[in-house]
């Protein structure tokens, strides 16, 4: 079972429940991390583990606030998000070669963790979904199917891809690393058949995969 903390309406982290406490799926804007401890003390659970879809600053911002009031729970990243994470804005021979765009804090905390797609993080199914920044991943529950998809779709004004402009919610898009990529993630998450699309920004949507289809028809 998850519970979605929201900033403004606009920006997500999300508390998912298991065995030895709660794991923390990314923390919001910068002051994100008071909404964030309400809701674990609400929930009578500790949060043990802090996982975060990709570096950019609407996902990390609140992040030293929890490793503060939380200094035992594990901090884990992407290996490839580690880099930009850090200041380290390098891409690699065989990546694209555009700037890496959206915004990136330096902030105290740093990772406990690095880890690939094909691991797992608590219970979470690690997957690869780069594009809007090199090394963002999606986190799989398979105990309930949600999919934690980061920046990967929006739902704000409707479900839509990264990779290209949604009038309604065009922030995702416009702060893309490569649409190309991103685009690519999309269809690959697909056939996971998520139960439920918990995104980084917009509501979750339950029976997601007409949506995430029609989604991805638009942007294609």
């Not at 990967?152 to 490569?178: C, E, M, N, Q």
């Not at 998450?189 to 339950?206: S, T, Y």
Request: aromatic share 4%.
């Amino acid at each position: 079972m998850h519970h979605r903390i929201t900033r403004l309406g606009l920006v997500n982290a999300f508390l998912v429940e298991e065995d030895d406490g709660l794991t923390l799926i990314d923390t919001t804007l910068k002051g994100g991390h008071k909404a964030i401890l309400a809701a674990a003390l609400r929930l009578g659970k500790p949060i043990v583990r802090v996982a975060l879809t990709h570096g950019h600053a609407d996902h990390v911002g609140g992040l030293d606030g929890i490793a503060a009031a939380v200094p035992d729970a594990e901090v884990s990243i992407s290996v490839r998000d580690a880099r930009p994470f850090a200041g380290d804005m390098s891409l690699d021979p065989g990546e694209p070669q555009g700037k890496i765009k959206g915004g990136w804090l330096r902030l105290a905390t740093t990772p406990d963790r690095t880890f690939e797609p094909g691991e797992k993080v608590g219970s979470l199914e690690i997957h690869a979904a780069p594009g809007h920044t090199p090394g963002q991943v999606a986190f799989l529950d398979p105990r309930d199917g949600t999919l934690y998809c980061g920046d990967a779709y929006s739902t704000l004004g409707g479900v839509a891809v990264s990779s290209k402009i949604h009038p309604r919610f065009p922030l995702p898009a416009i702060a893309t690393w490569d649409k190309p990529t991103a685009f690519a993630s999309a269809r690959a998450l697909r056939p996971l058949n998520p139960r439920a699309l918990a995104p980084g920004h917009g509501k979750v949507i339950e029976d997601p995969g007409a949506a995430m289809d029609a989604a991805i028809a638009k942007a294609s």
